[in-house]
């Protein structure tokens, strides 16, 4: 038989701050990434997107047309053209024209590597 607890857990600090100076310390760091962080947060609501991801792996296998990105997601040129567009304009995609056809691939090899860092640690939590 499991015995009562009358201690009250609670998730926040009754204590107003208790080391100033590490609070201090970690807020100056924070301080000077404040200027890229709203783009770091477009750049995580961009990737939240399982097509925009995939996208990104497929053109990591080498530049494809568009209605080949399309036939490899299952998807319309039309609907595969808007989310290429929107990888385009954070300029994660290059793009070119070749007569009818428009080739993309991808603009950032850094890009890659972390999301298959990611890929790797979601792997790991997984197993």
């Known amino acids: 038989m499991k015995a009562a607890s009358n201690i009250i857990q609670s998730p926040i600090c009754n ?3 208790f080391e100033q100076e590490k609070v201090a310390r ?3 760091e924070l301080a000077k990434d404040e200027g ?4 770091l947060a477009e750049l995580y609501k961009l990737l939240g997107n399982a097509t925009r991801l995939k996208i990104l792996l ?6 494809l047309c568009v209605c080949d990105v399309a036939h490899v997601l299952g998807l319309t040129v039309a609907a595969t053209s808007h989310q290429l567009k929107l990888l385009r304009d954070q300029r ?4 070119r024209n070749d007569g009818k056809m428009v080739y993309y691939r991808l603009n950032s090899p850094g890009l890659l590597e972390a ?3 990611d890929l790797c640690l979601l792997e790991e939590r997984i197993a």
């Open 15 to 17: 204590v107003t701050c």
């Open 26 to 28: 970690i807020k100056a």
């Open 36 to 39: 890229a962080l709203p783009q």
């Open 58 to 63: 497929a053109l990591a296998q080498g530049e």
């Open 92 to 95: 994660w995609l290059a793009m």
């Open 115 to 117: 999301l298959r860092g």
